[in-house]
Protein backbone atom coordinates (compact mmCIF):
# COMPACT_ATOMS: atom_id res chain seq x y z
CA UNK A 1 0.00 0.00 0.00
CA UNK A 2 2.68 2.18 1.09
CA UNK A 3 5.68 3.17 -1.09
CA UNK A 4 9.67 2.46 -1.51
CA UNK A 5 12.07 0.94 0.47
CA UNK A 6 9.86 -2.51 0.88
CA UNK A 7 11.93 -3.36 3.64
CA UNK A 8 9.10 -2.47 5.98
CA UNK A 9 8.71 -2.74 9.75
CA UNK A 10 5.65 -4.12 11.15
CA UNK A 11 3.48 -3.15 14.00
CA UNK A 12 2.42 -6.78 16.46
CA UNK A 13 -1.07 -7.39 15.00
CA UNK A 14 0.99 -7.24 11.38
CA UNK A 15 0.05 -3.60 10.01
CA UNK A 16 3.11 -2.84 7.40
CA UNK A 17 4.51 0.96 8.35
CA UNK A 18 6.80 3.10 7.13
CA UNK A 19 10.77 2.08 7.98
CA UNK A 20 11.81 3.92 11.11
CA UNK A 21 14.29 5.97 8.82
CA UNK A 22 11.53 7.15 6.88
CA UNK A 23 9.51 7.67 10.04
CA UNK A 24 12.18 10.49 11.54
CA UNK A 25 11.38 12.81 8.26
CA UNK A 26 7.49 11.86 8.44
CA UNK A 27 4.89 14.64 10.48
CA UNK A 28 2.95 13.01 13.12
CA UNK A 29 -0.12 13.13 10.72
CA UNK A 30 1.67 11.20 8.25
CA UNK A 31 2.26 8.33 10.18
CA UNK A 32 -1.19 8.40 11.49
CA UNK A 33 -2.81 8.66 8.13
CA UNK A 34 -0.67 6.07 6.70
CA UNK A 35 -1.68 3.51 9.25
CA UNK A 36 -4.80 4.17 8.77
CA UNK A 37 -4.49 3.16 4.88
CA UNK A 38 -2.51 -0.13 6.23
CA UNK A 39 -5.28 -1.33 8.62
CA UNK A 40 -8.32 -0.01 6.61
CA UNK A 41 -10.90 -2.68 5.37
CA UNK A 42 -11.37 -1.41 2.28
CA UNK A 43 -10.78 -3.91 -0.96
CA UNK A 44 -10.08 -0.83 -2.78
CA UNK A 45 -8.17 2.74 -3.02
CA UNK A 46 -8.98 5.96 -4.99
CA UNK A 47 -5.96 8.19 -4.91
CA UNK A 48 -6.41 11.61 -5.73
CA UNK A 49 -3.85 14.34 -7.10
CA UNK A 50 -4.20 17.60 -8.90
CA UNK A 51 -1.87 19.63 -11.11
CA UNK A 52 -1.57 23.10 -12.53
CA UNK A 53 -3.34 25.25 -8.90
CA UNK A 54 -0.34 27.43 -9.08
CA UNK A 55 0.19 28.19 -12.58
CA UNK A 56 -0.76 31.61 -14.31
CA UNK A 57 -1.97 29.85 -17.16
CA UNK A 58 -4.33 27.17 -18.50
CA UNK A 59 -6.43 24.89 -16.48
CA UNK A 60 -6.48 23.14 -13.19
CA UNK A 61 -6.95 19.20 -13.06
CA UNK A 62 -7.67 16.37 -11.00
CA UNK A 63 -7.12 12.75 -11.50
CA UNK A 64 -8.77 9.27 -9.72
CA UNK A 65 -7.40 6.70 -10.21
CA UNK A 66 -8.58 3.45 -8.54
CA UNK A 67 -6.63 0.59 -7.67
CA UNK A 68 -6.92 -3.11 -5.57
CA UNK A 69 -5.53 -1.63 -2.48
CA UNK A 70 -2.20 -3.64 -2.06
CA UNK A 71 -1.27 -2.62 -5.65
CA UNK A 72 2.07 -1.41 -5.93
CA UNK A 73 4.63 -0.46 -8.74
CA UNK A 74 8.08 0.16 -8.44
CA UNK A 75 8.18 3.24 -11.31
CA UNK A 76 4.97 4.61 -10.18
CA UNK A 77 6.27 7.41 -8.52
CA UNK A 78 5.63 11.39 -8.22
CA UNK A 79 5.04 12.09 -11.11
CA UNK A 80 7.63 15.22 -10.59
CA UNK A 81 9.92 12.37 -10.76
CA UNK A 82 9.69 11.15 -14.27
CA UNK A 83 9.73 13.07 -17.75
CA UNK A 84 7.02 13.23 -19.98
CA UNK A 85 8.33 10.10 -21.99
CA UNK A 86 8.21 7.76 -19.11
CA UNK A 87 4.70 9.23 -17.77
CA UNK A 88 3.54 7.92 -21.20
CA UNK A 89 5.03 4.87 -21.23
CA UNK A 90 3.55 4.54 -17.52
CA UNK A 91 0.23 5.18 -18.41
CA UNK A 92 -0.09 2.86 -21.29
CA UNK A 93 1.82 -0.02 -19.90
CA UNK A 94 1.57 -0.20 -16.18
CA UNK A 95 -1.48 2.30 -15.10
CA UNK A 96 -4.41 1.89 -17.53
CA UNK A 97 -3.75 -2.07 -17.69
CA UNK A 98 -3.87 -2.26 -13.44
CA UNK A 99 -6.64 0.68 -12.89
CA UNK A 100 -10.23 -0.38 -11.88
CA UNK A 101 -11.45 3.02 -12.95
CA UNK A 102 -10.03 6.24 -13.45
CA UNK A 103 -11.28 9.74 -14.48
CA UNK A 104 -9.75 13.37 -15.21
CA UNK A 105 -11.65 16.32 -14.64
CA UNK A 106 -10.63 20.46 -15.13
CA UNK A 107 -11.55 23.61 -14.47
CA UNK A 108 -10.89 26.33 -17.25
CA UNK A 109 -9.25 29.64 -16.08
CA UNK A 110 -12.52 31.42 -16.50
CA UNK A 111 -14.08 29.28 -13.82
CA UNK A 112 -10.74 29.83 -11.49
CA UNK A 113 -11.53 33.49 -11.80
CA UNK A 114 -14.79 33.10 -11.13
CA UNK A 115 -15.04 30.96 -8.27
CA UNK A 116 -11.45 31.05 -6.76
CA UNK A 117 -8.55 28.27 -7.77
CA UNK A 118 -9.41 26.43 -3.72
CA UNK A 119 -13.15 26.17 -4.45
CA UNK A 120 -12.68 24.96 -7.84
CA UNK A 121 -10.05 22.77 -7.06
CA UNK A 122 -12.33 21.13 -3.84
CA UNK A 123 -14.95 21.00 -6.33
CA UNK A 124 -12.93 18.70 -8.71
CA UNK A 125 -11.60 16.29 -5.75
CA UNK A 126 -15.21 15.22 -4.51
CA UNK A 127 -16.39 14.94 -8.12
CA UNK A 128 -13.27 12.68 -8.59
CA UNK A 129 -13.58 10.84 -5.76
CA UNK A 130 -17.60 10.46 -5.99
CA UNK A 131 -16.88 8.75 -9.58
CA UNK A 132 -14.87 6.48 -7.82
CA UNK A 133 -17.27 5.67 -5.09
CA UNK A 134 -19.96 5.20 -7.57
CA UNK A 135 -17.82 1.89 -9.38
CA UNK A 136 -16.35 0.99 -5.87
CA UNK A 137 -18.81 2.02 -2.59
CA UNK A 138 -16.30 0.78 0.06
CA UNK A 139 -13.30 2.42 -1.37
CA UNK A 140 -11.45 4.42 0.96
CA UNK A 141 -10.16 7.99 -0.87
CA UNK A 142 -7.05 9.28 -0.39
CA UNK A 143 -5.94 12.62 -1.21
CA UNK A 144 -3.02 14.74 -1.43
CA UNK A 145 -2.63 17.31 1.02
CA UNK A 146 -3.04 18.52 4.79
CA UNK A 147 -6.87 19.45 4.73
CA UNK A 148 -9.12 17.18 4.06
CA UNK A 149 -11.61 17.48 1.23
CA UNK A 150 -15.58 15.84 2.09
CA UNK A 151 -16.85 13.19 -0.09
CA UNK A 152 -20.47 13.56 -0.52
CA UNK A 153 -20.75 15.94 2.73
CA UNK A 154 -18.29 13.66 4.93
CA UNK A 155 -14.80 12.54 5.51
CA UNK A 156 -15.46 9.25 6.20
CA UNK A 157 -13.50 6.63 3.99
CA UNK A 158 -11.24 9.76 3.59
CA UNK A 159 -7.59 9.45 4.22
CA UNK A 160 -5.34 12.79 3.43
CA UNK A 161 -2.05 13.34 3.78
CA UNK A 162 1.26 15.78 2.40
CA UNK A 163 3.16 13.92 0.04
CA UNK A 164 0.54 11.42 -0.47
CA UNK A 165 1.69 11.63 -4.37
CA UNK A 166 5.17 9.65 -3.04
CA UNK A 167 4.18 7.75 -0.19
CA UNK A 168 0.57 6.03 -1.65
CA UNK A 169 0.73 4.20 -4.91
CA UNK A 170 -2.90 4.95 -6.05
CA UNK A 171 -2.02 8.52 -5.13
CA UNK A 172 1.54 7.89 -7.50
CA UNK A 173 -0.53 6.51 -10.52
CA UNK A 174 -3.17 9.44 -10.43
CA UNK A 175 -0.43 12.52 -10.16
CA UNK A 176 0.73 10.82 -13.51
CA UNK A 177 -2.37 11.10 -15.39
CA UNK A 178 -3.25 14.50 -14.06
CA UNK A 179 0.60 15.65 -15.16
CA UNK A 180 0.50 13.88 -18.54
CA UNK A 181 -3.29 14.89 -18.90
CA UNK A 182 -2.70 18.87 -18.28
CA UNK A 183 1.11 18.91 -20.18
CA UNK A 184 -0.63 17.64 -23.85
CA UNK A 185 -3.18 19.89 -23.16
CA UNK A 186 -0.74 22.60 -22.47
CA UNK A 187 1.57 21.64 -25.58
CA UNK A 188 -1.73 21.25 -27.50
CA UNK A 189 -2.48 25.84 -26.14
CA UNK A 190 0.92 26.67 -27.25
CA UNK A 191 -0.12 26.11 -31.06
CA UNK A 192 -3.02 27.93 -30.45
CA UNK A 193 -1.59 31.05 -28.16
CA UNK A 194 2.02 30.96 -29.37
CA UNK A 195 4.56 33.26 -27.54
CA UNK A 196 4.32 32.17 -24.08
CA UNK A 197 6.46 28.91 -24.48
CA UNK A 198 3.57 27.26 -22.73
CA UNK A 199 5.15 23.78 -24.17
CA UNK A 200 7.95 24.02 -21.81
CA UNK A 201 6.62 26.18 -19.02
CA UNK A 202 2.83 24.09 -18.99
CA UNK A 203 1.87 27.70 -17.55
CA UNK A 204 4.20 28.39 -15.02
CA UNK A 205 5.83 31.48 -13.99
CA UNK A 206 9.14 30.86 -15.84
CA UNK A 207 12.01 33.34 -17.97
CA UNK A 208 9.82 32.36 -21.22
CA UNK A 209 6.66 32.96 -19.68
CA UNK A 210 7.30 36.39 -18.63
CA UNK A 211 9.03 37.31 -21.62
CA UNK A 212 6.05 36.64 -23.56
CA UNK A 213 3.93 38.51 -21.29
CA UNK A 214 6.29 41.88 -21.67
CA UNK A 215 6.01 40.94 -25.05
CA UNK A 216 2.48 40.40 -26.23
CA UNK A 217 0.41 40.73 -22.30
CA UNK A 218 -2.24 38.00 -21.55
CA UNK A 219 -3.62 36.06 -23.69
CA UNK A 220 -7.58 34.05 -23.47
CA UNK A 221 -6.10 31.66 -21.29
CA UNK A 222 -4.03 33.60 -18.64
CA UNK A 223 -5.74 33.81 -15.42
CA UNK A 224 -6.57 37.09 -14.59
CA UNK A 225 -7.35 36.65 -11.02
CA UNK A 226 -3.32 36.01 -9.93
CA UNK A 227 -2.17 39.14 -9.01
CA UNK A 228 1.16 38.66 -11.60
CA UNK A 229 -0.99 38.08 -14.25
CA UNK A 230 -3.44 40.65 -13.79
CA UNK A 231 -0.53 43.55 -13.85
CA UNK A 232 0.33 42.74 -17.05
CA UNK A 233 -4.00 42.90 -18.02
CA UNK A 234 -3.75 46.37 -17.07
CA UNK A 235 -0.98 47.52 -18.80
CA UNK A 236 -1.55 45.72 -22.17
CA UNK A 237 -5.24 44.22 -21.98
CA UNK A 238 -6.06 40.28 -23.25
CA UNK A 239 -4.78 39.45 -26.05
CA UNK A 240 -7.74 37.18 -27.90
Same mark, same amino acid.
Given at each position: ??? =????? #? /? ?8 ? *?? &? +? ?8 ? %?? !? ?11 ? @? =???? *? ?30 ? $? ?8 ? @? ?10 ? %??? &? !?? #? ?15 AMYGRLRYHDALVVEDGDIPVEVDGSIARVAWLP *? %? #? ?9 ? @?? %? $? +? ?5 ? &??? =? ?5 ? =? ?15 ? #?? &? ?9 ? /? ?13
Amino acid at each position: MMK =DPRQL #D /KTADGVSLIP *KK &Q +LKVLSAHQRQ %AL !ERISSSSSAHVIG @I =DEVG *KGCWAGPVTVAAVVMPRDWDHPEVVDSKRTTH $KQRVRLWSEV @IYPNALACCVLS %ATN &Q !EI #DRYGIEPVTRRLTEAAAMYGRLRYHDALVVEDGDIPVEVDGSIARVAWLP *K %A #DVLVPSVSAAS @IL %A $K +LSRDTFM &QQL =DRVYPGY =DFASNMGYHSKTHVEGL #DR &QGVCGIHRLSF /KPVRAYAQVKGVRA
